[in-house]
């Protein structure tokens, strides 16, 4: 099945700088790749999904990039802002499986003001 | 209100009993999913749901069991309960065919296990 590895656990960084979490996954047929904030004691939320005929996708100050060749893809925060503060997953799914989602281990991000 | 209801919201009990969550998924949504989220891990998948049919299965044990309901209602049944068992438990839903889309998730039950 699909393996999901997604790093850093953990990014502390200061307000107004950029953020890069990087997840890598394992079965090359995986086509549908959303991402997930998660705030304290809250349900995950789904912030921006890419699918795999597409190389990167924008929404305000956050993007996504995917390289299928390298099995990879990036979740971008530009002028990371404290509200950004959560724990992010990504996730990967693979066509004709139930819509499964396999998700990385997620990365808690810290925005210093 | 994402659209995918759970319940109860919290949940007390004391080690060895047995409790049911409840999920209805987002109108429209034939799948359901339970995950288990333990204090500062990850999302564990531990069952999934299309149309009334147990689809895929993670790391559930034994002490667990789920079924989906014919109006598509989902319950999670945790029995014998153990300390260890205190976690959130997320129910998300989607369409579950086709066009892959991201699941939405519920709010969660928080059990803690006394």
């Known amino acids: 099945g699909e393996n999901v590895e997604q790093h850093p656990s953990t990014l502390s960084v200061q307000e107004g700088d950029s953020a890069v979490i990087k997840c890598t996954y394992s079965?090359?047929?995986?086509?549908?790749f959303p991402w997930y904030k998660q705030e304290l004691g809250k349900r995950p939320q789904l912030i921006i999904d890419i699918r795999s005929n597409v190389g990167e996708k924008k929404d305000q100050r956050i993007a996504v990039t995917l390289n299928k060749t390298a099995k990879h893809f990036s979740l971008h925060i530009t002028e990371t802002q404290p509200e950004d503060s959560a724990v992010y997953f990504c996730?990967?799914?693979?066509?004709?499986?139930?819509?499964?989602?396999?998700f990385g281990g997620g990365t808690r991000l810290m925005v210093k003001p | 209100d994402s659209g995918v209801t759970q319940t109860p919201k919290h949940l007390i009990t004391a080690t060895g009993q047995r409790v049911t969550l409840r999920c209805s998924p987002r109108s429209g949504d034939l799948s359901v999913y339970w995950y288990q989220q333990s204090l500062d891990q990850g999302l564990q998948f531990l069952i999934q749901?299309?149309?009334?049919?147990?689809?895929a299965k993670g790391n559930i044990l034994e002490r667990f069991s789920a079924q989906q309901f014919p109006d598509l209602h989902s319950e999670l049944n945790l029995s014998s309960l153990e300390l260890g068992d205190s976690a959130l438990y997320f129910c998300?839903?989607?369409?579950?065919?086709?066009?892959?889309?991201?699941?939405?998730f519920g709010s969660g039950t928080r059990l803690t296990v006394v």
């Open positions: 079965d090359s047929a995986s086509n549908y």
């Open positions: 749901y299309y149309n009334g049919e147990e689809r």
């Open positions: 998300a839903s989607s369409v579950g065919q086709g066009v892959i889309y991201g699941y939405t």
């Open positions: 996730a990967a799914s693979i066509p004709n499986a139930g819509n499964m989602l396999t």
